[in-house]
């Protein structure tokens, strides 16, 4: 284990000779000459061979020499203490690799370092709601969190072939779905994955009503309710993604945008007059329950639905059907799509995350 640990320390320490030998080149070579020896030994430990040479004996009498002759009783000690060190040293060493390759796999397939905690990771520039999985304290579930752990790493190499899949945003899109323009078959099929709550969807979906992108694509949503602890992040997600599939249940006629898209229009880029923020503040911070649903009651009476379709939309908003059309976007959206950020979009043959931009 000596060894082993000598050369990780010394793997490191080489790293600085060139800038050594012009203050010591003497103790540059010193270190030079150790690395070596540590390579040939540790070259021969990783192939469960013995170190035939002294380098370990070298290692700890370079360090115990002057403790023998002041303080012979602490050499044995000392001894041991050297051996656990050096067993920590390769345990932290190894858990940093793995540390290292876990984040690196999960930056190539999720676009985030941090599965757990998406908009943790520093290395992530692209702006998004994410979606943060089962968070587990280490000093109070220590086998719970280690376990976790590895079965993200397990999920990060099973995505491996959804990230590098092509993807058909046509194959995808809701049955009930429509799209915010009439339907052209020689146009390319666009698929928006958004919660209504999230200030960068937003953003995101008016960069691409300013950008054309909804004249350019066949656009259907798909409407996720980000949860933390298994409650809505943001008030009344829940409330508006049922009314939205609930109007799907119940299309109006001839409607351009279809209703569906009024909602989401609306909400994205209208203000309430009466508080003076747009809608989308408005619901998340100041409207309760009632008030949200009798919002967009009233909406749906603006954009033209009769008493008694309203009165259809509001029963189907809270039956089975709805609840579960809900929760099949969750599975297909975790399991299927397995993106840990909203906005996500799927177009030309791609799964975009974050902050649409073009």
């Not at 999985?133 to 079965?151: A, H, K, M, R, S």
């Not at 092509?166 to 390319?188: C, G, L, R, S, V």
Request: proline content about 4%; aromatic content about 10%.
């Amino acid at each position: 284990m000596v060894c082993i640990a000598a050369f990780i320390i010394l793997a490191v320490a080489v790293l600085a000779i060139p800038v050594l030998r012009i203050i010591n080149r003497k103790a540059a070579d010193t270190i030079w000459k150790l690395f070596k020896k540590a390579v040939y030994c540790f070259t021969r430990r990783a192939t469960f061979r013995k170190c035939d040479s002294t380098f370990k004996d070298d290692v700890k009498n370079s360090v115990l020499r002057k403790v023998v002759i002041k303080h012979p009783k602490a050499v044995k000690p000392l001894g041991i203490t050297i051996e656990i060190l050096s067993v920590l040293i390769i345990l932290v060493t190894v858990w940093s690799l793995l540390v290292g390759v876990k984040s690196g796999l999960a930056l190539f397939v999720y676009g985030t370092c941090d599965i757990t905690t998406p908009a943790a990771c520093s290395l992530d520039s692209s702006e998004s709601c994410s979606i943060d999985g089962n968070q587990i304290d280490f000093w109070q579930d220590p086998l719970g969190w280690t376990g976790n752990w590895f079965v993200e790493f397990g999920e990060a190499f099973a995505a491996i072939p959804v990230r590098l899949q092509h993807w058909d945003a046509q194959k995808i899109i809701p049955e009930n779905a429509q799209f915010f323009n009439t339907e052209d078959p020689n146009k390319p099929y666009a698929l928006d994955i958004f919660d209504p709550g999230c200030i960068i969807c937003r953003k995101s979906f008016n960069n691409q009503l300013n950008s054309g992108f909804f004249d350019n694509y066949n656009v259907a949503s798909m409407i996720f309710v980000i949860k933390t602890n298994d409650e809505p992040r943001y008030a009344n997600s829940t409330i508006i993604a049922s009314y939205i599939e609930a109007v799907r249940l119940t299309p109006l006629k001839n409607a351009s945008p279809p209703a569906e898209w009024q909602i989401i229009k609306r909400l994205f880029t209208e203000n309430d007059a009466g508080l003076k923020i747009d809608y989308q503040t408005a619901f998340n911070d100041h409207y309760n329950e009632s008030i949200a649903k009798r919002t967009l009651q009233r909406w749906l009476h603006d954009f033209g639905y009769s008493q008694k379709e309203i009165s259809k939309i509001v029963t189907d908003a809270n039956n089975k059907e709805v609840k579960a059309i809900i929760e099949n976007t969750t599975d297909v959206v975790k399991n299927q799509i397995r993106t840990r950020k909203i906005p996500t979009m799927i177009f030309d043959g791609r799964r975009h995350e974050g902050l649409f931009t073009q």
